[in-house]
């Protein structure tokens, strides 16, 4: 019987994504935000949306969708260190 590596290879993807992901939100020009998984390897860019930040906490891009809905948004010089 073959050992299963199923689990490790689990908790290995998911250090990864912890410590390798970004979070890039954009807003749509019919006004509609999205956040996406940025890995580093992605060059954004397009007139049918602008790029309102680059976050390494996926709740803290929630929470700025929020306030840029409500005008409050005050974008920092880099939210990624």
């Known amino acids: 019987m073959k050992p299963s590596y199923e689990p490790l290879t689990k908790v290995l993807t998911s250090l990864r994504s912890q410590f390798d992901t970004a ?18 390897d992605n060059v954004w860019g397009s007139p049918a949306y602008e790029v309102l ?7 803290a891009a929630q929470k ?9 948004y005050v974008q920092l010089d880099s939210q990624i260190a």
């Open 64 to 72: 700025a969708v929020r306030q840029d809905r409500e005008g409050n």
């Open 53 to 59: 930040d680059y976050f390494t906490d996926y709740r």
């Open 23 to 40: 979070w890039v939100v954009v807003k749509f020009n019919d006004g509609q935000y999205k956040i996406w998984a940025d890995y580093g």
